[in-house]
């Protein structure tokens, strides 16, 4: 039966690859963003890397105006990601942390971001990286829903580790590395980016737009059930400027009060939910009064502390940890000598000499000043910072833009958030943005979607 199975979807692969490679984008970038993936029995490479290459070899024989647009290795900003990455290897390597898996990684990374640019070019939109992101959100939210219903606490619990029979092998270690907020960070993704992209296409069909608005509660309520207070306090600040930015037009207003109805009426459902979840499925009591203490008296008592006022410190939670895990990040920083202060103490560097005395950084600005140095940091920064500056000149606040300001506030409590592969797709697909507004805004004349490439080069 299995045999029989990887056969058909090894056809379907295939057809899928030559007839409609754009299918095998989105499954690649869904595989991505959701971090699922599946090692193949008898062969040395898994599903992404297999994915990635065949994508790869399919771009390289597709005529359909790759012409048309500046390759990709001459775009100023790709060059600094190869000589970002290439940085990191070296400084592994010298301190003796290179592994194989930093140079898949990286590959993969270079990869990824030259398929969003090829594809942004080819349809001239980013909608394969909305439909992946969107269907990413949908998994994790999924995810987190059954972990609710069918065992009542944490960790999660992946439904395509159930289906495949993966989970059986899995030990209770095993499953407690799955990080929850990793899940709320990809329902605020696609919360923010629905919600920017919704209020930036005011043109689009009507069902385009109810569907917008059926899916920002689903990412809003993935939100609140993996309860992370990263995830919340960006999307919320994220939120807050997509929608300052637009209440300038009329029409916008009037989107923007139907977001906001049925963002209060996530939220309502959301609070319910947590009422009266306990009383229809196996829910752990303790477990959800350790959620309504996660979502209610931490961040009070956060707030509290921050303002020189009385606060408990039993409410403090994890926050009271992740406080001093960055004060011994910073301390550890500190203790470097200024060689590895400069160049870092490479990739992993941080848990391997355990500067944290068992804890993770949760800093990712002093994460990426340890194992990357001041130079790395600067080289990282230099990217970021380019890139946004671009995109405010053009006044292109598009919703990768969203994204990655969503990531960006939401990696300062986590970890290596702001160098994964996933920062780095929505980074570029901001600078295939960039460049397709420079060329459109300079008569360089593109190719339509509609209209055949070849023909479009004889006009």
Aim: proline share 2%; hydrophobic share 50%.
């Amino acid at each position: 039966m299995n045999l029989i199975i990887l056969i058909v979807a090894g056809a379907l692969f295939t057809y899928a690859l030559i007839y409609k490679p754009e299918i095998v984008a989105v499954a690649l970038f869904v595989l991505i963003l959701a971090k699922i993936n599946f090692d193949l029995k008898g062969l040395p490479l898994n599903s992404r890397a297999i994915i990635s290459l065949a994508l790869f070899c399919r771009i390289l024989f597709d005529k359909s105006g790759l012409e048309k647009y500046s390759p990709y290795l001459y775009i100023t900003h790709v060059k600094m990601l190869l000589a970002f990455m290439l940085y990191v290897i070296l400084v592994s390597f010298s301190q003796g942390l290179f592994q194989i898996d930093l140079l898949k990684e990286s590959t993969s990374t270079v990869l990824a971001t030259f398929f969003i640019y090829h594809y942004y070019f080819k349809f001239q939109n980013a909608n394969l990286l909305k439909t992946a992101l969107t269907i990413a959100g949908i998994i994790c939210f999924a995810d987190l829903a059954y972990t609710y219903i069918a065992y009542g606490s944490f960790p999660i619990h992946r439904i395509y580790l159930q289906l495949t029979g993966a989970a059986d092998t899995l030990t209770d270690d095993d499953l407690a590395q799955t990080n929850w907020n990793f899940f709320g960070q990809i329902c605020g993704m696609g919360f923010v980016y629905l919600l920017s992209d919704y209020i930036k296409h005011p043109s689009e069909n009507k069902t385009n737009r109810l569907t917008t608005l059926g899916l920002l509660p689903v990412m809003l309520l993935g939100v609140m059930l993996s309860t992370s207070r990263s995830a919340i306090l960006g999307m919320l600040l994220v939120s807050i400027l997509i929608i300052l930015n637009g209440v300038k037009y009329r029409d916008q207003k009037r989107k923007l009060v139907r977001v906001g109805t049925f963002a209060v009426g996530a939220l309502f459902m959301g609070i319910l939910l947590f009422a009266t979840l306990g009383k229809y499925v196996s829910l752990d009591s303790k477990f959800i009064d350790e959620i309504t203490s996660r979502l209610t008296d931490e961040p009070v008592a956060i707030v509290r502390k921050a303002m020189g006022q009385s606060y408990n410190i039993n409410n403090l939670g994890s926050m009271d940890w992740r406080e001093e895990s960055s004060e011994n990040a910073y301390a550890a920083f500190m203790n470097l000598d200024f060689q590895e202060q400069f160049f870092g103490i490479g990739n992993g560097g941080f848990e391997v000499r355990d500067l944290g005395h068992g804890y993770n950084a949760h800093n990712a600005t002093l994460l990426l000043l340890i194992e990357n140095g001041i130079l790395g940091f600067f080289l990282y920064f230099l990217i970021i910072g380019s890139v946004f500056f671009q995109a405010i000149r053009q006044k292109n606040f598009s919703p990768s833009f969203a994204v990655v300001c969503f990531i960006l506030l939401y990696g300062l409590g986590q970890n290596r958030e702001w160098t994964s592969i996933t920062t780095f797709i929505f980074i570029y697909s901001m600078v295939a943005e960039g460049e397709f507004l420079r060329l459109e805004r300079n008569n360089y004349e593109l190719p339509t979607t509609e209209e055949d490439p070849e023909m479009t080069q004889e006009k």
